[in-house]
C-alpha cells in the first residue's frame, strides 16, 4: 500500500500508523473515504504541528494535524503510536495497523452507526481468519 505523503513535505522519523478507512481497505472490509487517518510518534506529530499549526483539531486531546486530505493524530481515545504500532504490518513507507488493534478502535467508537458496522466487519474477518482452517459437516 502505498500512501502519497510527499503532499506533506515531511520525512517521518518513525513510519507513520494507518488507522480508519484506509486500514480498512487495506484488509480488505470496505473501500475507504477521502481522508487518511494516520497516528504518527510524538516526535513527528510535534513537527507537524509546528509545520502546519493552522490545521490543527482537538478532540478531547487527541491533536489532529489536518493537512492535504490526512487527519495525523497524536493518539485515538489516549491511545498512543507505541500503544496502537503493536504488531503492525509493516509497508514501505508506513505501518497498517494489526487487525485487532482496528478491532479495538473501532469498539471504543461503536455508538457512531458507521463505526458500528466496521466494528462488525471487523469482527467478521477476525473470525472468518480463526476458522478458517475449520469445516462444518
Known amino acids: 500500500m502505498c500512501l502519497n505523503l510527499e503532499k506533506l513535505d515531511y520525512i517521518f ?3 507513520p500508523l494507518l ?3 484506509k486500514a480498512m481497505e487495506y484488509y480488505g472490509l470496505r473501500k475507504a473515504g477521502k ?5 504518527v510518534h510524538p516526535q513527528d506529530h510535534a513537527n507537524l504541528v509546528n509545520k502546519y499549526p493552522d490545521n490543527i483539531k482537538n478532540l478531547y486531546g487527541d491533536i489532529g494535524v489536518c493537512e492535504f486530505g490526512f ?3 497524536n493518539q485515538i481515545c489516549t491511545f498512543d503510536y507505541s500503544y496502537l504500532k503493536a504488531d503492525a504490518v509493516e509497508e514501505d513507507n508506513c505501518l497498517i495497523i494489526f487487525l485487532e488493534k482496528l478491532l479495538f478502535l473501532k469498539a471504543l ?3 457512531i452507526p458507521k463505526y458500528h458496522k466496521d466494528l462488525e ?3 467478521k474477518k477476525v473470525l472468518d481468519k480463526a476458522y478458517e482452517n475449520y469445516k462444518l459437516d
Do not use: P, R, S
Request: aromatic share 10%; net charge negative.
Open 121 to 123: 466487519l471487523v469482527v
Open 35 to 39: 481522508d487518511i487517518d494516520l497516528v
Open 13 to 15: 522519523t518513525y513510519k
Open 19 to 21: 488507522i480508519g478507512g
Open 109 to 111: 467508537a461503536m455508538e
Open 71 to 73: 487527519e495525523i493524530w
